[in-house]
């Protein structure tokens, strides 16, 4: 039988972007393992942890790749290679989404001592309502105000679209192109008229909307 397995850490001990703005009610179930799990959790973007409140106790569950399924009230999670994905359904199909933020050190600071604020985005998934927005629960550390270095968060969202009978990867605008070479010319040329990237969902779900009409 799987059992839960986990350990606590400080909860300030580093930067975190949180899925929910606040942790929420779910459900857990494990491989191997009928009963549930239930617990107070959030996702971390930027470390791919999930975390649970035990407590007054931040906890991270260590044995990721055991879990089955998260639901919580309206959203449902799987792990599909390693990673923990969100179904999303849009229009008649659905997509596996993997939310991942990065650090990206854009340089340093300039010689006026002139500081930057970590950005917070938006995540719109389409034909949802409400945005899933990225909530950074950190407060800025000594370090922070002193550091010469530079950094944004950027979107580095991994999706799994069934698309024509089979299954693909896609991060990357190139990943679609290379998968599609024959529908690659109106799909760069759809993607430049409407500025899309694929590192915004929002975006990225056009992308594959305009896809199923070319296919």
Known sequence: MTVLLAFAFSAGAQQRLYLFPDFVDASVRFIGNPRLEKLRLNFDMLSQKLLYMEGE?????????????????????????????????????????????????????GALGATTQAKVEVLRSYEFETPYTITDFRKPTEQDTHSLEVWRQRNDN?????????????RYLKDLYKAFPQQAPLLKAYAKKNKLIMRNAEDAFMMFGYLKTLI
């Open 158 to 170: 991994t999706y799994f679209v069934y698309l024509g009978g089979q299954e693909y990867k896609i």
């Open 57 to 109: 106790t931040l906890m991270e569950i260590t044995n990721m790749p055991m879990i089955q399924s998260v639901v919580t009230d309206d959203r449902q999670f799987l792990m599909k290679e390693g990673m923990l994905c969100e179904i999303i359904t849009a229009g008649d199909s659905q997509v596996l989404v993997n939310w991942k933020v990065k650090k990206v050190n854009v340089g340093s600071r």
